[in-house]
């Protein structure tokens, strides 16, 4: 079992910039791929980021070259860095950890999310 936090949203104009953070209850070494997700209001929530325990990281394709996932090991963390916000980012921003298990098994772990905002 996981356990989540998320921290560091709130409301920001347009180009600007934020830092999420993502504080497991355990290490994250042990956790196959962590990630942000993100759910607009009447839409449904979609990938952002992800990086796997080897740091290897994968983007959306309206994030790239915005935003930046990273991970400290140490600190049971993962970070999202954004960059050049845009009105179209707002939403309430999720960090999930997956794990994969024997056979096809699959758990995943939801923090209870952070709201973003851009806006003038």
């Known amino acids: 079992q996981v356990t989540l936090v998320e921290s560091g949203g709130g409301l920001v104009q347009p180009g600007g910039h934020l830092r999420l953070s993502c504080a497991a209850s355990?290490?994250?070494?042990?956790?196959?791929?962590m990630g942000w997700y993100r759910q607009a209001p009447g839409k449904e929530r979609e990938l952002v980021a992800t990086?796997?325990?080897?740091?290897?990281?994968n983007y959306a394709d309206s994030v790239k070259d915005r935003f930046t996932i990273s991970r400290d090991d140490a600190k049971n963390s993962v970070y999202l860095q954004m960059n050049s916000l845009k009105p179209e980012d707002t939403a309430i921003y999720y960090c999930?950890?997956?794990?994969?298990?024997?056979?096809?098994?699959?758990?995943?772990?939801w923090g209870q999310g952070t709201q973003v905002t851009v806006s003038s």
């Open positions: 990086i796997t325990s080897g740091s290897d990281t």
């Open positions: 999930n950890a997956r794990t994969y298990g024997l056979g096809s098994r699959i758990d995943d772990y």
């Open positions: 355990l290490n994250i070494f042990s956790i196959n791929v």
